[in-house]
């Protein structure tokens, strides 16, 4: 998930004169600016990017597996290992029952807690990987990645995670908006009684049925 600072182009540097840059600009061809644009919209995004680095380095677990795993043979066991692996790169800390700290959202000092893979990003790389796997060739029904022991094993993780650091990885519901009623249509109308005085009415139509009620 790195981003790589793009450096500044050579002709945005006016140090040499105050139009130099300006003309250099404006001496690009059509076509050569039609290239840039073709070229901005192949370039993959960020999610791709990050998708392909993700399956190169399940690839690369696979292979240093012993014995070494085949993509064929890889089930949700083999992706649980690869999981717990990755732990040790974690930078989440995650404390223990026995830990002072344990449940508090902000320690006030540090503790000997491990780290560990937050869970956020492991969901993350799983929904990644499950993408890929289909990607690359790998059939729906056997997707080690959407198998259910991996789903509670994220489950658990989450629990676990939000019991140790007390924080909730529970969606906020947002509230509906209440429905505004259709206002009734007015009708106005007036007579004349026998002594020569007119009348006033208004009648209040009820709102239209809605579309495709029966008539």
Same mark, same amino acid.
């Given at each position: ?25 404006? /001496? ?9 644009? /073709?070229? &901005? ?5 960020? #999610? ?36 717990? #692996? ?66 509670? #094993? ?14 909730? #990885? ?6 509906? &908006?209440? &429905? ?34 029966? &008539?």
């Amino acid at each position: 998930m790195d981003l790589v600072p793009h450096p500044d182009s050579p002709h945005s540097d006016n140090s040499g004169g105050g139009g130099g840059g300006g003309s250099a600009a404006g /001496a690009l061809s059509p076509a050569a600016s039609s290239a840039g644009a /073709a070229s &901005a919209l192949a370039s993959p995004s960020r #999610y791709e990017s990050q998708k392909r680095r993700d399956w190169n380095t399940f690839g690369q677990y696979l292979r240093n597996h012993r014995p070494p795993l085949s993509l064929a043979r890889c089930s949700g066991a083999h992706v649980l290992e690869f999981l717990r #692996y990755l732990d040790q790169f974690g930078k989440t800390k995650v404390h223990t029952p026995a830990c002072p700290f344990f449940g508090h959202p902000a320690p006030p000092a540090p503790c000997p807690c491990p780290l560990r893979q937050a869970w956020g990003s492991l969901d993350a790389l799983v929904g990644r990987l499950r993408a890929a796997y289909e990607e690359n060739g790998g059939r729906p029904e056997n997707n080690p990645f959407g198998a259910r022991a991996v789903r509670l #094993y994220l489950r658990e993780v989450r629990d676990h995670q939000s019991r140790a650091r007390g924080v909730s #990885y529970e969606k906020k519901k947002r509230k509906k &908006a209440p &429905a505004h009623p259709v206002p009734a249509a007015v009708i106005s109308s007036s007579s004349h009684d026998g002594n020569g005085h007119s009348h006033h009415y208004e009648h209040q139509m009820p709102p239209p049925p809605p579309p495709g009620a029966a &008539a």
